[in-house]
């Protein structure tokens, strides 16, 4: 099938090599002048981006309209039927504090969701913040914090109007519905202090790293009561759910660290509850005087939980609560006042356990269906047998359930709802196992028509991301069936880098170990077509971030595998990024792909996969690149090198097409209808590689 291009050459971004020696060896880059010298200018302000970078990347967003611009309609046709989908004047179920009970919904037509509050018994609504009037001045508009103090007189929220992530935050009156005058610029955490005025937040620095805490008391200034001096270590602030301790993290992707605060005195310096080691990860509970400690030390891969009295949280006085087991990952804990309840996954199936405290009696949550979601949603208050959980398949819509711990039933609080209709008995939720090149087997959840035949005709999306022990859920997404109702096979590759089967399904992917990701997602599609669910040269593979790390190496490997290759926001400059320590998020990630930088071992591993510089002259399927002018976390410069590259090395034999966000960041547009724009373009650019366009 002929991928159709418009009249005209593809853009050619202009030739500046720049060549650096690390270890001894020569790294060329004719396109790192696509990175701004004043990048951190642009995150905050994208009229600051140079001339001739805004000229190369509105040329690509031209020709990737042209290429597209045959499936205008068929867009058209998709954002209708997607948008159809959506309940117009949908709600969430309310979630009840003390007298009051909170929620939000939408309004018919609206892009932003109304908060809102009651009575517990459903009387009085209240409006405390309304989204689209908020929104109305911005083009990009997308909340961060909504939280309400414990006394039910404020409401903290936070917002980011160009999608650089630097939250600006405002403390607004429920009463009167006014807005103090005080902005807090930069907030990247937030939690309130027990007399419901004062607050804790952290602060993002010009690098974006959430580095310090600070203790905010009305019309004082801030005072700083923790720093981190580790540029690879990140802070996030959480509360017990009694409200009375505020706890500070501190981690990086294999290394915690936890400080303790009573929430009503945050001028004494933080509780220690462990000193950081490499390698060690945990989190920590706060129940009354005990704190229940989810731990990998000793040698607990998937986790064990440990109890210890908050007056001397050190290890040695650590108690053995819930022992490892090498097949079941802890994903979570959550303590109510009386009872732990925690999310387990085993064989990339999830479970609920609850666990009365007193006497240790344990029960389980589970369902029966092949492949499924399920999660915990705690809600606020501390003193309730309520437990409320999620649950959704591939076929089945979302469910939200409410579980009395005490009598152990569960009644439905809520559906969703899809207005346009949907009879799951249409479908078939298949859970797979393919065969990797190593002997391990690889979980692949698979939804298709029930009426599509087996017969290696069918095209089929393959999404995998594969990275940061971040599992892939089995849940439902309205938006597949657009492709799964016109033919396709929507597969969700449990690769390793994920922690579907354990930690030991991420841990065996760092460093070295990272070829198993690319290996185990290529093994699955060429097991896909052996099973005849598709056919080599029919897979749309699509991946996003780390995930567009997957695209770009894949496609380097296995090209011929593919149909078409979307790649949204990917991090596929993997040897430059690492390479560059003053970028948000490097330091951090040296313990997941290696430091360049210090070992020449680790250079020459991030060297023979970094999909940029691995670019070959072989034939490759059509590319589509989608990426965000002020993203923090994957600069818009890595897709835009990429897509120079792959012109360049190729000859322009290879459709290619870059799309730029020239107004926001690594999730694209916000508004729930505006972004199922991007939804349509990039389902349009499959079933064009699939020639059902």
Same mark, same amino acid.
């Given at each position: 099938?002929?991928?159709?291009?418009?009249?005209?050459?593809?853009?050619?971004?202009?030739?500046?090599?720049?060549?650096?020696?690390?270890?001894?060896?020569?790294?060329?880059?004719?396109?790192? %002048?696509?990175?701004?010298?004043? %990048?951190?200018?642009?995150?905050?302000?994208?009229?600051?981006?140079?001339?001739?970078?805004?000229?190369?990347?509105?040329?690509?967003?031209?020709?990737?309209?042209?290429?597209?611009?045959?499936?205008?309609?068929?867009?058209?046709?998709?954002?209708?039927?997607?948008?159809?989908?959506?309940?117009? #004047?949908?709600?969430?179920?309310? !979630?009840?504090?003390?007298?009051?009970?909170?929620?939000?919904?939408?309004?018919?037509?609206?892009?932003?969701?109304?908060?809102?509050?009651?009575?517990?018994?459903?009387?009085?609504?209240?409006?405390?913040?309304?989204? *689209?009037?908020?929104?109305?001045?911005?083009?990009?508009?997308?909340?961060?914090?909504?939280?309400?103090?414990?006394?039910?007189?404020?409401?903290?929220?936070?917002? #980011?109007?160009?999608?650089?992530?630097?939250?600006?935050?405002?403390?607004?009156?429920?009463?009167?519905?006014?807005?103090?005058?005080?902005?807090?610029?930069?907030?990247?955490?937030?939690?309130?202090?027990?007399?419901?005025?004062?607050?804790?937040?952290?602060?993002?620095? /010009?690098?974006?790293?959430?580095?310090?805490?600070?203790?905010?008391?009305?019309?004082? #200034?801030?005072?700083?009561?923790?720093?981190?001096?580790?540029?690879?270590?990140?802070?996030?602030?959480?509360?017990?759910?009694?409200?009375?301790?505020?706890?500070?993290?501190?981690?990086?992707?294999?290394?915690?660290?936890?400080?303790?605060?009573?929430?009503?005195?945050?001028?004494?310096?933080?509780?220690?509850?462990?000193?950081?080691?490499?390698?060690?990860?945990?989190?920590?509970?706060?129940?009354?005087?005990?704190?229940?400690?989810?731990?990998?030390?000793? @040698?607990?891969?998937?986790?064990?939980?440990?109890?210890?009295?908050?007056?001397? *949280?050190?290890?040695?006085?650590?108690?053995?609560?819930?022992?490892?087991? #090498?097949?079941?990952?802890?994903? !979570?804990?959550?303590?109510?006042?009386?009872?732990?309840?925690?999310?387990?996954?085993?064989?990339?199936?999830?479970?609920?356990?609850?666990?009365?405290?007193?006497? @240790?009696?344990?029960?389980?949550?589970?369902?029966?269906?092949?492949?499924?979601?399920?999660?915990?949603?705690?809600?606020?208050?501390?003193?309730?047998?309520?437990?409320?959980?999620?649950?959704?398949?591939?076929?089945? *819509?979302?469910?939200?359930?409410?579980?009395?711990?005490?009598?152990?039933?569960?009644?439905?609080?809520?559906?969703?709802?899809?207005?346009?209709?949907?009879?799951?008995?249409?479908?078939?939720?298949?859970?797979? /196992?393919?065969?990797?090149?190593?002997?391990?087997?690889?979980?692949?959840?698979?939804?298709?028509?029930?009426?599509?035949?087996?017969?290696? !005709?069918?095209?089929?999306?393959?999404?995998?991301?594969?990275?940061?022990?971040?599992?892939?859920?089995?849940?439902?997404?309205?938006?597949?069936?657009?492709?799964?109702?016109?033919?396709?096979?929507?597969?969700?590759?449990?690769?390793?880098?994920?922690?579907?089967?354990?930690?030991?399904?991420?841990?065996?992917?760092?460093?070295?170990?990272?070829?198993?990701?690319?290996?185990?997602?290529?093994?699955?599609?060429?097991?896909?077509?052996?099973?005849?669910?598709?056919?080599?040269?029919?897979?749309?593979?699509?991946?996003?971030?780390?995930?567009?790390?997957?695209?770009?190496?894949?496609?380097?490997?296995?090209?011929?595998?593919?149909?078409?290759?979307?790649?949204?926001?990917?991090?596929?400059?993997?040897?430059?990024?690492?390479?560059?320590?003053?970028?948000?998020?490097? *330091?951090?990630? %040296?313990?997941? %792909?290696?430091?360049?930088?210090?070992?020449? /071992?680790?250079?020459?591993?991030?060297?023979?996969?970094?999909?940029?510089?691995?670019?070959?002259?072989?034939?490759?399927?059509?590319?589509?690149?989608?990426?965000?002018?002020?993203?923090?976390?994957?600069?818009?410069?890595?897709?835009?090198?990429?897509?120079?590259?792959?012109?360049?090395?190729?000859?322009?034999?290879?459709?290619?097409?870059?799309?730029?966000?020239?107004?926001?960041?690594?999730?694209?547009?916000?508004?729930?209808?505006?972004?199922?724009?991007?939804?349509?373009?990039?389902?349009?650019?499959?079933?064009?590689?699939?020639?059902?366009?």
């Amino acid at each position: 099938m002929t991928f159709k291009l418009p009249h005209g050459p593809a853009p050619r971004a202009e030739i500046r090599p720049l060549t650096s020696i690390h270890h001894g060896i020569e790294l060329s880059d004719n396109y790192a %002048w696509l990175k701004a010298d004043n %990048w951190r200018d642009v995150m905050r302000d994208p009229d600051q981006l140079p001339a001739d970078i805004r000229a190369y990347l509105e040329a690509e967003n031209t020709y990737y309209e042209a290429a597209m611009e045959d499936t205008k309609s068929l867009q058209d046709e998709l954002f209708d039927e997607l948008k159809a989908r959506v309940k117009q #004047d949908d709600s969430t179920v309310p !979630s009840p504090d003390g007298a009051y009970a909170y929620a939000s919904k939408y309004n018919e037509g609206d892009e932003y969701p109304i908060f809102t509050r009651t009575h517990r018994d459903g009387s009085n609504e209240e409006v405390l913040f309304d989204g *689209p009037v908020e929104a109305k001045e911005h083009e990009y508009f997308a909340l961060g914090l909504m939280s309400h103090s414990s006394d039910h007189k404020r409401l903290a929220w936070s917002v #980011d109007t160009n999608g650089s992530e630097f939250h600006h935050l405002k403390i607004r009156d429920i009463a009167t519905g006014k807005d103090g005058t005080e902005t807090v610029s930069d907030v990247g955490g937030f939690q309130w202090c027990a007399d419901n005025e004062s607050f804790a937040y952290v602060h993002v620095d /010009q690098d974006h790293r959430p580095n310090k805490v600070f203790f905010k008391r009305p019309g004082e #200034d801030a005072k700083l009561i923790y720093e981190e001096s580790d540029a690879r270590f990140y802070v996030g602030l959480g509360k017990s759910l009694d409200g009375k301790y505020i706890t500070i993290h501190t981690g990086q992707n294999d290394e915690d660290e936890v400080y303790l605060l009573p929430s009503d005195n945050l001028d004494q310096a933080p509780q220690l509850v462990a000193p950081r080691r490499a390698g060690h990860e945990y989190d920590v509970e706060v129940h009354g005087q005990t704190l229940y400690i989810t731990t990998n030390s000793n @040698g607990a891969a998937n986790y064990r939980v440990v109890t210890a009295e908050i007056n001397d *949280p050190r290890e040695e006085n650590w108690q053995e609560l819930i022992p490892h087991r #090498d097949e079941v990952l802890i994903v !979570s804990v959550a303590l109510f006042k009386n009872y732990m309840v925690r999310l387990e996954r085993e064989n990339a199936l999830p479970r609920i356990v609850i666990r009365e405290l007193v006497t @240790g009696v344990e029960h389980a949550i589970a369902f029966e269906e092949e492949a499924y979601s399920l999660g915990m949603m705690p809600g606020y208050e501390f003193d309730t047998a309520t437990l409320r959980f999620g649950y959704s398949s591939p076929s089945t *819509p979302s469910q939200v359930w409410d579980y009395d711990m005490n009598t152990r039933t569960r009644v439905l609080r809520k559906e969703q709802e899809i207005p346009s209709g949907h009879d799951s008995s249409n479908y078939v939720v298949r859970r797979l /196992q393919a065969p990797a090149r190593d002997g391990e087997l690889v979980p692949l959840t698979v939804l298709h028509r029930k009426d599509m035949p087996l017969d290696g !005709s069918a095209p089929c999306l393959l999404y995998g991301y594969g990275s940061y022990g971040a599992g892939m859920t089995a849940g439902f997404a309205t938006n597949r069936l657009s492709l799964v109702d016109r033919g396709f096979v929507y597969v969700t590759a449990h690769i390793r880098g994920g922690d579907e089967k354990g930690r030991h399904w991420y841990e065996q992917t760092k460093k070295a170990g990272k070829h198993k990701t690319f290996d185990d997602f290529i093994d699955s599609g060429r097991y896909l077509a052996q099973q005849g669910f598709t056919s080599q040269g029919s897979i749309i593979a699509m991946g996003g971030s780390a995930g567009g790390l997957l695209m770009g190496a894949v496609v380097n490997q296995a090209p011929e595998l593919f149909s078409g290759i979307i790649a949204q926001v990917p991090f596929v400059d993997v040897l430059n990024t690492m390479l560059d320590a003053s970028l948000p998020l490097t *330091p951090g990630e %040296w313990s997941q %792909w290696g430091n360049p930088i210090e070992s020449m /071992q680790e250079y020459e591993i991030i060297a023979s996969y970094s999909p940029y510089d691995n670019i070959s002259p072989q034939a490759y399927p059509p590319i589509f690149a989608l990426s965000g002018l002020t993203d923090p976390r994957v600069q818009y410069w890595e897709p835009s090198k990429w897509v120079a590259r792959l012109r360049e090395v190729t000859q322009g034999a290879s459709p290619v097409l870059l799309k730029t966000n020239m107004g926001s960041g690594h999730f694209g547009k916000t508004g729930r209808f505006a972004y199922l724009e991007e939804v349509a373009l990039v389902y349009a650019f499959a079933l064009k590689c699939a020639g059902k366009a």
